[in-house]
């Protein structure tokens, strides 16, 4: 999507789905595939010209079956956003390995459900989200039954925020061990998220919810959790 304004409104969030697996769209070219180019992999893509996009009552999903590349990126996103403005109501959003990517941009997620496992949630420089009233899901991957993540924010330094979850409730499909995946591990030094009045599950680990990544350290990052 590329003009501003553009809203999707399905009947049910079940029943409108928006789907595929670039891959098959573009046979031969690597940068479709799971863990190829970041604005070629999407399923869906809301570009920077699209401000003000709107989606409620319907299903982002991308088609990649986990584990059929033999790689160990395989990143496959259902919705990339980058407008500015851009809500979404009442809508799933479902994948494995970076499930949803705002790159930029103010954003807004009410009733909304996240599927995902490994950093399903991640955010660019200067994207800003708000998550209201969202079930964050851990699904269950026979090869992955523990250690996943759900975010991984790469917040520009001195940003007021970064990602907020408020009044959210983070659940895991059955067979994800107990205690074993975090809250989120920050893609960018000064990572930014915060859980406000959120109901965290069994899946997470209580003691120590968030970790490291690629030589950032949670412990400098802006983690914070309220109520």
Known sequence: ???????????????????????DLYPGEEGYEAGGDMSMRCASYITSSATGFSAENLTFANDYVYGSLDKSNQSADALRCDADGASFVNVTVSGVQDTLYMHAGNQYYYQCR??????????????RALFEDCELVFVYEESHPSGGYICAPRTSEGAPYGLIFKDCAITSEEGCED???????PWGPDGAGCWINCYMGSAVHAEAPYADMSGNLHTEAEFYEYG
């Open 179 to 185: 205690g074993t995946f975090y809250l989120a591990r």
């Open 1 to 23: 999507v590329e003009s501003p304004y553009i809203s999707l409104i399905g009947q049910s969030r079940d029943g409108m789905r928006i789907h595929c697996y670039p891959a």
């Open 114 to 127: 996240i599927e995902g496992l490994i950093d399903f949630i991640y955010s660019g420089d200067s994207a």
